[in-house]
T-cell receptor, first 118, second 115 residues
Framework: AQTVTQSQPEMSVQEAETVTLSCTYD???????LFWYKQPPSRQMILVIR??????QNATENRFSVNFQKAAKSFSLKISDSQLGDTAMYFC???????????????FGTGTRLQVTL | EAGVTQFPSHSVIEKGQTVTLRCDPI?????LYWYRRVMGKEIKFLLH????????ESGMPNNRFLAERTGGTYSTLKVQPAELEDSGVYFC?????????????FGPGTRLTVL
């Protein structure tokens, strides 16, 4: 079974600064996907960024990037130039490789509540 | 394109009562998932439909929970009888049937409170 751990329940960052959210996971799978989802207050959860484990290059999406360390089973999210709209709950999630043709469930961490302040 | 919708947004019931939650996935998505988040804890998987079939129901906590997906479209999750520990936010998600395109799209959730 897979587990995902987010050790930072809450974090705060000032607008325009950079913040890193940590995530570690445990699995015996060799091929898998890792995700960061964001849930703003009173809004739906949306995908922020996705990393395929077989790719060595870290994923980036505009101001969001990850530091994926496969051997260490670490998958941190870096938010650059933080904006007020980044205030949200951030969930790290794991999915076994669904390339066999069968989609698969997500295993989530407990989340990190990020507050961006002026 | 309409996203994943869930009804109701909130439900408050007494222990022993029955509640039915509904999820409408994105049109054309074969995969439908139910998850639950109990206060302060991780979001936990409940079950996964592929069209109308249950692909994985390993996360269903007990036989008080019954999920259906009529005709492979919308899904319902019934809790009968509800217990205090069933309180939480129930999320539904859907995805297309394509291994590498595996993004799950989430609904807003139903907040269930059992008194």
């Amino acid at each position: 079974a897979q587990t995902v751990t987010q050790s930072q329940p809450e974090m705060s960052v000032q607008e325009a600064e950079t913040v890193t959210l940590s995530c570690t996971y445990d699995t015996s799978e060799n091929n898998y996907y890792l995700f960061w989802y964001k849930q703003p207050p009173s809004r739906q959860m949306i995908l922020v960024i996705r990393q395929e484990a077989y790719k060595q290059q870290n994923a980036t999406e505009n101001r969001f990037s990850v530091n994926f360390q496969k051997a260490a089973k670490s998958f941190s999210l870096k938010i650059s130039d933080s904006q007020l709209g980044d205030t949200a709950m951030y969930f790290c999630a794991f999915m076994k490789d669904p390339y066999t043709g069968t989609a698969s469930k997500l295993t989530f961490g407990t989340g990190t509540r990020l507050q961006v302040t002026l | 394109e309409a996203g994943v919708t869930q009804f109701p947004s909130h439900s408050v019931i007494e222990k022993g009562q029955t509640v039915t939650l509904r999820c409408d996935p994105i049109s054309g998505h074969d995969n439908l998932y139910w998850y639950r988040r109990v206060m302060g804890k991780e979001i936990k998987f409940l079950l996964h439909f592929v069209k109308e079939s249950k692909q994985d129901e390993s996360g269903m906590p007990n036989n008080r929970f019954l999920a259906e997906r009529t005709g492979g479209t919308y899904s319902t999750l019934k809790v009968q009888p509800a217990e205090l520990e069933d309180s939480g936010v129930y999320f539904c998600a859907s995805s297309s049937f394509n291994g590498r395109d595996n993004e799950q799209f989430f609904g807003p959730g139903t907040r269930l409170t059992v008194l």
